[in-house]
């Protein structure tokens, strides 16, 4: 088996428990590896299991929302069809996002860069859609921005209130706020 196959599990073991949260015979029961095995698919240990998970986030990123965002539909249709993908990815606000845990933690530093990244290829790529529909740079990045601290904060609140009803409103705002001031077009 490859280790490719195992980080699905990784990814939500450490979105649920954070790096410190986790331990080894936690991962070796969920992915049925002995630690043997999962030094053999892992030689760096736990920390480089999170550094797999960070590099399988960004791959989802860049496979179920860039193609989303880069496509020819009207803005407003494009940030819709990313928030249903990412209300598909925490469970309507069922489930954390990894890099919440991952930030809370002494592991932060650990995972700063690919944290960041992460970050920035949303945000970035949010901010292009609102470039290229004539909003200046500066505030195509900070609605960019914006989103993503929409995303997170709603995901954290529901969860301390235990009502993903949080999420979910704040989740269908998101494409409204982000084309805000945009000519309405027909989706």
Request: aromatic content about 6%; hydrophobic content about 40%.
């Amino acid at each position: 088996m490859s280790r490719e196959k195992h980080l699905k599990t990784l990814f939500e073991l450490f979105r649920t428990q954070g790096y410190e949260g986790v331990s080894l015979s936690n991962i070796s029961t969920a992915t049925g590896l002995g630690r043997a095995s999962l030094y053999h698919h892992f030689p760096g240990g736990k920390a480089e299991m999170v550094t797999a998970t960070l590099d399988y986030s960004n791959r989802w990123i860049e496979e179920s929302i860039l193609p989303i965002l880069q496509s020819e539909e009207p803005p407003l249709v494009r940030f819709q069809q990313m928030c249903d993908r990412l209300s598909d990815l925490y469970a309507s606000g069922h489930k954390p996002c990894l890099l919440a845990a991952l930030t809370a933690g002494t592991s932060q530093a650990a995972f700063q860069d690919n944290i960041q990244t992460n970050m920035r290829m949303l945000t970035e790529a949010i901010a292009s859609v609102l470039t290229a529909a004539d909003v200046d740079p500066t505030t195509s990045q900070q609605r960019g921005e914006d989103a993503l601290v929409s995303i997170q904060g709603a995901l954290i609140v529901a969860k301390g209130l235990k009502d993903t009803r949080v999420f979910q409103r704040a989740i269908a705002r998101i494409p409204e706020d982000l084309c805000q001031d945009l000519p309405a077009t027909d989706p």
